[in-house]
């Protein structure tokens, strides 16, 4: 299976590409909804990797994919200037989900 990136920079493309990853950058959130519809229609890809700044345009459409399909798996990562996430969100977000604190 092929992995599939959706990138608001060129240097995330460029890098991903030299690991052997096609991509694609894009803007608006009309663009990142087109392509995620175009990676979902081609049975190939079994990972779609999206920088965060671009999966904040479309959460919920991708927090239900998240949650509704095992294939293709979506993976959020920061780009080249970082997360946008705060310095203790996995701390936050294992608190939340089992209710223990850390």
Same mark, same amino acid.
């Given at each position: 299976? #092929?992995?599939?990136?959706?990138? !608001?920079?060129? !240097?995330?493309?460029?890098?991903?590409?030299? *690991?052997?990853?096609?991509?694609?950058?894009?803007? %608006?959130?009309?663009?990142?909804?087109?392509?995620?519809? #175009?990676?979902?229609?081609?049975?190939?890809?079994?990972?779609?990797?999206?920088?965060? #700044?671009? *999966?904040?345009? *479309?959460?919920?459409?991708?927090? %239900?994919? %998240?949650?509704?399909?095992?294939?293709?798996?979506?993976?959020?990562?920061? !780009?080249?200037?970082?997360?946008?996430?705060?310095? !203790?969100?996995?701390? %936050?977000?294992? #608190?939340?989900?089992?209710?223990?604190?850390?």
């Amino acid at each position: 299976m #092929k992995t599939y990136l959706i990138c !608001d920079n060129i !240097d995330t493309q460029v890098g991903m590409r030299l *690991a052997g990853v096609k991509g694609v950058v894009v803007h %608006k959130r009309e663009e990142v909804l087109d392509e995620l519809n #175009k990676i979902l229609r081609n049975k190939e890809f079994g990972m779609i990797i999206i920088t965060e #700044k671009l *999966a904040s345009l *479309a959460s919920s459409e991708i927090e %239900k994919l %998240k949650l509704n399909m095992g294939i293709p798996l979506i993976v959020v990562i920061p !780009d080249r200037h970082g997360t946008i996430r705060g310095k !203790d969100s996995i701390t %936050k977000y294992i #608190k939340e989900s089992i209710g223990l604190k850390i």
